[in-house]
């Protein structure tokens, strides 16, 4: 996720002499350097990463966050901003590892069509962070997707809606494109179809406003094909198991993310 922010924020336009990645690899920190020319990538350097920086964003798995954050703890500061995008990690994981300082620390769900502009980010914020530290990092992921805030007891909920759910999309994408061919359509044109399909009808529902359900209905006539067909995964109760999905993602995320703390205190 970390390279799919970074990816995204490059493509809308920050200037790259303002970006410092650090890798766990030399290998690594080539592939970077290749991907995008002029980007300075520091391997295992992470201190020396955070020496003046504005912001900080922990791009690592969670149970590296905590190792990572006590060895960078001796150069922070309080005029620094922490952004961890380390999903089911509570942000009091960061805040007791920071020698004492009073650091505003963010919390980030973006999710990973970041990487075309057009990602889903949920951020949430502690005591620490001010009105301007919170448009500060706003407008940054606002280069890459809409923004909302949240409580953190509602980011597992995001993780499993925004999250996880371009996985559930393609998933969707897919079957339509099993569907044209089933019916006759060639692949490419199956694909093209679908595709435009679930962008215009996203597309429609954030330019008009309007609930789901009544653009839905202005897509019904009687008797047609349509009715015929939300008959068909009613009866099978797509709307059901995507809710259940949601459901399961976000107790499952609860779930992994205390057993994660547990763990760090034991």
Known sequence: MGAALLGGLLKAGHEIGQIVCTTGSEERAGILRERHPGLRVLPKGNCEAVRGADLIVLGVKPYAVPKLVDEIAQELNESQVIISLAAALPMAVIERRVNGLQMPVLRAMPNIPVLVEEGAIALCANEFAT?????????????????????????????????????????????????????????????RLAEQTVLGAAKHVRQSGAHPAILRDEVITPGGTTIVAIHELERHGLRSMLISAIETATKHARDRSAAFVQKLES
């Open 131 to 191: 009105l301007a530290h919170r448009d500060m990092v706003e407008q940054l992921f606002r280069a890459v997707g809409v923004v909302v805030f949240v409580e953190e007891d509602m980011m597992d909920a995001v993780t499993a809606l925004s999250g996880s759910g371009p996985a559930y999309v393609y998933m969707v994408i897919e079957a339509f494109i099993a569907g044209g061919l089933k019916m006759g359509l060639s692949r490419e044109i199956a694909t």
